[in-house]
C-alpha cells in the first residue's frame, strides 16, 4: 500500500508540472500575439500614416471575425501597442517578456516607466511567483529603489558566490505599513507588532526569510542575552540576526550584533550553514557613520532604515489601489499562475 501511495503521490507531481508546462506554453503564444499585434499596428501607422481610428476599427472587425475570444477591445489593442513599443526585440519578448501572464504586463506598463525598472519587475516575478496583488504591492512600496540599498560590508566579510546574494536580499528603508504604534513607540513595542504580523513582516523581508524566534536566549557564559529577532534565510543558508532600533544609529549597535553573530555561529550554526549575517534596523541613520562603523567589523552586517506609513503619504487613487492584507495573506496561500485577458 506505501508503494501505491508513493506511486500515486509521483503522478499526482507529474501531471500538476504538466499542467503549469501547458499553461505557462499558452500564456506565451498569447503574449507573443499581442506583441505580434501591437508591433504590426505601429508599423502601419508609422509607414503609412494610419490614424489613431484604426484602432477602432480594428477592435470592432476582430470581435466580429472572432466572437468566442476575449482580449480585442479597444483598450486592449492600445496596450499591444504600448506593449510593443516598449519592448521592440522581439527575443526579449519570447525569453523573458512572455513567461508573465497579459495582466501582470498591463500592470507594469502602466506603472513603471523606466525600462530596466521594467525588466527587473519581470524577472523578480518570474523568480517569486508573484500574483498581480503582490506585484503591485512591490511597485507601489518601489521595491526595485529598496532592494540592495542597505549599508553593508559584505563585500569584506562574504565570499564573491554569497555576498551579491546576502547584498541583493537586504533593503533600504523598510517599509512596515501594517504597524499601528505611535511615533514614541518603545522597541519591544514594535517587535512584538512585527511578530504578531509575522506574515506581513515576512512579505516587507522578502522571499527565503523563515522565522525562528523573538527575543531568542543564548545561553553565554553565566548569562542569558536574546536576541530582537532571529531568522534563517532558505536562499542564503544562513542566520540572520534582527536588531531593531527605535532611533537613530549608534556606532556601538555594530558592536552588539557582532558579539551576538558570533555566538549563533557558535552555539546554533552547523557545518552546512553559512557565516550568519547581522541587521540593524533603525529609524534613520548617517549613512557616513554607519560605513564607517562597519569598516573594520570582520562579521557581515547590514544597516537600513524602517519606516511606517507609506501608504498614508501616497495620493488617495493610489491608496485604492493597494490590496488589503487580507488579500495579500490568500495570495500567498495561493500563488498560482494566471493568464488574464485584460478588456
Not at 20 to 41: A, F
Amino acid at each position: 500500500m506505501d508503494d501505491y501511495d508513493n506511486f500515486l503521490r509521483d503522478l499526482k507531481e507529474r501531471i500538476q508540472s504538466a499542467q503549469k508546462r501547458v499553461v505557462l506554453s499558452v500564456n506565451q503564444e498569447l503574449v507573443l500575439l499581442y506583441w505580434h499585434i501591437g508591433r504590426d499596428i505601429l508599423n502601419r501607422q508609422q509607414q503609412q500614416g494610419w490614424g489613431a481610428k484604426v484602432i477602432d476599427r480594428l477592435a470592432v472587425d476582430l470581435r466580429l471575425a472572432f466572437p468566442e475570444m476575449k482580449g480585442f477591445s479597444r483598450t486592449n489593442l492600445l496596450y499591444m501597442r504600448a506593449f510593443a513599443e516598449a519592448y521592440p526585440d522581439e527575443q526579449i519578448v519570447q525569453q523573458l517578456v512572455g513567461q508573465i501572464p497579459w495582466g501582470h504586463n498591463i500592470r507594469i506598463l502602466d506603472s513603471v516607466k523606466d525600462a530596466s525598472a521594467r525588466l527587473w519587475y519581470i524577472q523578480k516575478t518570474i523568480e517569486n511567483g508573484w500574483s498581480r496583488n503582490i506585484l503591485n504591492l512591490q511597485i507601489q512600496s518601489q521595491l526595485y529603489n529598496r532592494q540592495g540599498k542597505a549599508i553593508t560590508n559584505f563585500n569584506a566579510t562574504l565570499p564573491s558566490s554569497q555576498s551579491y546574494l546576502a547584498r541583493e536580499t537586504l533593503k533600504d528603508p523598510y517599509v512596515f505599513d501594517f504597524l499601528s504604534l505611535g511615533e514614541d513607540a518603545q522597541e519591544r513595542e514594535v517587535e512584538k507588532e512585527l511578530v504578531k504580523h509575522i506574515t506581513k513582516f515576512l512579505l516587507e523581508l522578502g522571499v527565503g526569510f523563515a522565522f525562528v524566534g523573538e527575543q531568542y536566549p543564548l545561553k553565554i557564559g553565566e548569562e542569558e542575552f536574546y536576541i530582537d529577532l532571529l531568522f534563517y534565510h532558505v536562499k542564503l543558508h544562513c542566520f540572520v540576526v534582527v536588531e531593531l532600533k527605535t532611533g537613530k544609529f549608534k556606532p556601538e549597535y555594530t558592536g552588539k550584533i557582532n558579539f551576538y553573530l558570533s555566538a549563533v555561529d557558535d552555539l546554533l550554526k552547523s557545518n552546512l550553514d553559512n557565516a550568519s549575517i547581522g541587521l540593524i534596523l533603525c529609524a534613520s541613520k548617517d549613512n557616513v557613520i554607519a560605513e564607517y562603523a562597519l569598516r573594520d567589523v570582520n562579521k557581515p552586517i547590514g544597516i537600513a532604515e524602517w519606516q511606517v506609513g507609506l501608504t498614508k503619504s501616497l495620493p488617495k487613487e493610489l491608496q485604492t489601489q493597494l490590496p488589503t492584507i487580507e488579500q495579500l495573506e490568500a495570495e500567498l496561500d495561493a500563488v498560482s499562475v494566471e493568464i488574464v485577458d485584460s478588456e
